[in-house]
């Protein structure tokens, strides 16, 4: 029979061996991979590492701006994005969080985690929109949490 205490030790040797990656280590594995989205991770890092977490997505957005601002990073916030449909545009008025680098569409939420949900709304969002990369931010958790996405590829004709 495991009792708590049992239980308890047993998460803290986990992680002991096992240590959560420190953000250095991912931004830095992050910095290799795409820069683009390294500097919009730190920036959101610095916004959560100063105001915690706890807060509505219009706080967390707007001080995102300002760190986005101070680090010279093109962005365009709440960006009207228009739809397409079977090349019908749809008059929705949806608005992204940020349009980052021209290219990028960035959503932010203050959820208890990311799940599936948000990866496929991502997705969706950059097939519909026309954008090449994604990136979705999660103020609302003790550490921010970011997941990534790239549009699929367009099938070409048969």
């Known amino acids: 029979?495991?009792?708590?205490?049992?239980?308890?030790?047993?998460?803290?040797?986990?992680?002991?061996?096992?240590?959560?990656?420190?953000?250095?280590?991912i931004l830095q594995d992050l910095a290799a991979k795409?820069?683009?989205?390294?500097?919009?991770?730190?920036?959101?890092?610095?916004v959560h590492t100063t105001l915690g977490h706890g807060f509505l997505v219009p706080v967390y957005c707007q001080a995102l701006a300002v760190e986005l601002s101070a680090r010279s990073v093109a962005f365009e916030p709440k960006a009207q994005i228009t739809l397409n449909y079977k090349d019908h545009l749809l008059n929705t008025g949806y608005e992204a969080d940020?349009?980052?680098?021209?290219?990028?569409?960035?959503?932010?939420?203050?959820?208890?985690?990311?799940?599936?949900?948000?990866?496929?709304?991502?997705?969706?969002?950059?097939?519909?929109?026309?954008?090449?990369r994604g990136l979705y931010l999660n103020f609302g958790v003790e550490r921010v949490d970011f997941h990534r996405a790239m549009a699929p590829r367009r099938e070409g004709p048969a």
């Open 34 to 46: 795409d820069p683009d989205v390294c500097a919009i991770v730190e920036a959101a890092i610095e």
């Open 98 to 132: 940020f349009i980052c680098y021209g290219d990028m569409l960035v959503l932010a939420t203050a959820a208890a985690q990311l799940e599936r949900t948000h990866d496929r709304q991502l997705v969706s969002h950059l097939k519909c929109t026309g954008l090449r």
């Open 1 to 25: 029979m495991t009792s708590a205490n049992n239980l308890d030790l047993l998460g803290k040797v986990a992680r002991i061996f096992n240590p959560p990656a420190s953000y250095g280590q």
